[in-house]
């Protein structure tokens, strides 16, 4: 047989059988290294690689599912990599993913879009046939997918997942609010602002900031609640905050991720408020680069851990959906920081 003219060929219209060719190997062979398993030699690697590069070879991965009844791709959708912690959380699933031998396509709607947007991504990605869904939103409910459970297995990542029939391998937001407020009373805080996000923006936000709230109340703690119901936003509160520091009112805040606690404290610097002499922060996730530099006492969620953990659940279920649900839950670790202080005399 002739090898292909690869003048002639249109990338997209190039088959397996031409890879296999011009790299004289079987189209069995070509398939094994573009799965990554079993085993293939390296110098056999090494060409089919070269006819990959040479053909602009892409695997039609509907195709491949659609034949064998399964697929060895899994969908993300994730929410918003501007955040550092979702930022990071996309790389550790994507090296997670590598090591399962499966393959990841991921979803990112519009940072300032809303759950039907979200429903829409979704949709994209289950229209590629994906084998297995993973969900790293605080937007979407457990009820706009549970539609699709009968299809796919899915597997909650980081968010609090309550649903039956949703495995869930998330924070432990209770826990992460309960050990951030603790710290802010162990030092002596006795009235604080509390950024407490709408569950329609983020439920994980929203779990922190109530379980902040209600455990500095448990201490005894005047607590003020400050919403956030706005998407696309970090810095809705931070002014009427900035009011209740200015009036005494308050001598802390707390904030349920370190993008809302860090645009607080550009807006305090603008009022030259001085943290932490007048007023202590405190952010959530420690998933941000050079914070240790800013000195902004957070709580690091165990990114890696889930991340690693979830893709195990999801490539399990992928070979046996009668596997049972669980809802695992990760708490932090408290970052101790420099922005968190004694609050000042009166």
């Known amino acids: 047989m002739a090898e292909p003219d690869h003048a002639t060929l249109e990338p997209l219209k190039v088959r397996m059988d031409d890879v296999a060719l011009l790299a004289r190997v079987s189209r069995a062979t070509v398939s094994r290294v573009l799965v990554g398993h079993p085993p293939?030699?390296?110098?056999?690697?090494?060409?089919?690689?070269?006819?990959?590069?040479?053909?602009g070879y892409v695997p039609n991965m509907m195709a491949r599912g659609l034949a064998t009844r399964s697929s060895d791709l899994v969908g993300l959708l994730l929410r918003d990599p501007r955040n550092p912690?979702?930022?990071?959380?996309?790389?550790?699933?994507?090296s997670a993913a590598s090591a399962q031998g499966l393959q990841l396509v991921t979803a990112v709607p519009h940072w300032?879009?809303?759950?039907?947007?979200?429903?829409?991504?979704?949709?994209?990605?289950?229209?590629?046939?994906?084998g297995g869904l993973l969900v790293s939103t605080g937007v979407i409910k457990a009820r706009d997918l549970e539609p699709f459970l009968e299809s796919v297995p899915v597997v909650s990542v980081g968010r609090v997942e309550d649903h039956p029939g949703i495995y869930g391998v998330s924070y432990d937001e209770d826990t992460?609010?309960?050990?951030?407020?603790?710290?802010?009373?162990?030092?002596?805080?006795?009235?604080?602002a509390v950024l407490v996000t709408g569950s329609a923006v983020?439920?994980?936000?929203?779990r922190r900031g109530t379980s902040m709230a209600a455990r500095l109340e448990g201490h005894g703690i005047q607590v003020v609640r400050v919403a956030a119901d706005k998407f696309g936003t970090t810095d809705?509160?931070?002014?009427?905050?900035?009011?209740?520091?200015?009036?005494?009112?308050?001598?802390a805040a707390m904030f349920p991720n370190d993008a809302r606690a860090v645009a607080f404290l550009r807006h305090a610097r603008?009022?030259?408020?001085?943290?932490?002499?007048?007023?202590?922060?405190?952010?959530?996730?420690?998933?941000?680069l050079g914070l240790d530099l800013l000195g902004l006492a957070t709580l690091r969620i165990p990114v890696?851990?889930?991340?690693?953990?979830?893709?195990?659940?999801?490539?399990?279920?992928?070979?046996?959906?009668?596997?049972?649900?669980r809802h695992e839950l990760y708490p932090g670790v408290f970052v101790p920081g420099s922005t968190l202080a004694p609050p000042p005399p009166r």
């Not at 809303?114 to 429903?119: H, V």
């Open 304 to 325: 890696e851990a889930v991340a690693s953990r979830a893709l195990e659940v999801l490539a399990d279920l992928m070979r046996d959906r009668s596997a049972p649900v």
């Open 40 to 55: 293939v030699s390296a110098a056999t690697r090494e060409k089919v690689f070269n006819a990959v590069r040479e053909l």
């Open 85 to 94: 912690a979702y930022g990071l959380l996309h790389s550790q699933i994507q």
């Open 112 to 130: 300032a879009e809303a759950a039907e947007d979200e429903l829409a991504a979704l949709r994209r990605l289950l229209g590629l046939r994906v």
């Open 236 to 251: 809705e509160g931070n002014e009427d905050i900035v009011g209740l520091v200015q009036e005494r009112r308050v001598t």
């Open 176 to 192: 992460n609010g309960a050990i951030l407020a603790d710290a802010v009373a162990a030092v002596g805080h006795r009235a604080v």
């Open 270 to 288: 603008a009022a030259s408020l001085d943290v932490p002499g007048d007023v202590s922060v405190t952010g959530c996730d420690g998933a941000g």
């Open 202 to 206: 983020s439920t994980a936000e929203n």
